[in-house]
């Protein structure tokens, strides 16, 4: 797995790629493919649709290269293009409607990935109970607190992403908190009932 790229060498790498240098986007799909997967995987759950998105994106950000423009934020950018290009293709296949396609998808929270890196079985408990109490939340909510909390992007970045204003994802940021402490006293609350803690 390579690792992922600093903002600055993302940004040469872009300029290179833009300049006709098909190695510099090869760079580039190699630093940011897992974290390109992982979020198609949370739009939709079909490992070979995901990953034929990320290779079309590609291939047509190379037969583009010499008209697109400059970024601010290479990730973003790619995380933006990736959503647009899986829920359109969604939308080809009649799995959605074309409608904006804004809350129309089911956007997926799931640690499992993660949990082979946590030795205490604590952990473990904890990171389901949070898995169940986010699946409470809307899709945009589970989206905007992925964007955050996983892949680290800024409230730029995310309005780009999630073609919101600044202002929208502060707003929306604050309700998926609150939503999150409800559920997460809902969740504690049956556990209880149930006798599993």
Not at 43 to 48: D, I, K, S, Y
Request: glycine fraction near 4%; aromatic fraction near 12%; hydrophobic fraction near 45%.
């Amino acid at each position: 797995m390579s690792k992922r790229l600093a903002a600055q060498e993302a940004c040469e790498l872009w300029q290179d790629y833009r300049a006709g240098d098909i190695y510099a986007l090869g760079r580039i799909m190699q630093a940011y493919y897992p974290d390109l997967f992982h979020w198609g995987m949370r739009l939709h759950a079909e490992r070979e649709l995901v990953k034929d998105c990320i290779q079309e994106m590609f291939v047509n950000l190379w037969k583009q290269h010499h008209s697109i423009g400059t970024v601010e934020n290479v990730r973003s950018y790619l995380l933006a293009v990736l959503k647009a290009r899986i829920l359109r293709e969604l939308s080809r296949k009649h799995v959605t409607h074309q409608a904006n396609l804004t809350d129309e998808y089911a956007f997926s929270v799931e640690f499992a990935a993660d949990l082979r890196l946590i030795e205490e079985e604590h952990e473990v408990y904890q990171l389901r109970k949070l898995e169940q109490v986010m699946n409470y939340l809307p899709q945009r909510q589970k989206e905007l607190i992925y964007l955050r909390f996983y892949q680290n992007l800024s409230f730029e970045q995310i309005a780009e992403v999630m073609q919101l204003g600044r202002q929208s994802v502060y707003n929306l940021l604050q309700k998926s908190l609150g939503n999150l402490r409800k559920h997460w006293q809902v969740v504690l609350l049956s556990l209880l009932f149930s006798g599993l803690v």
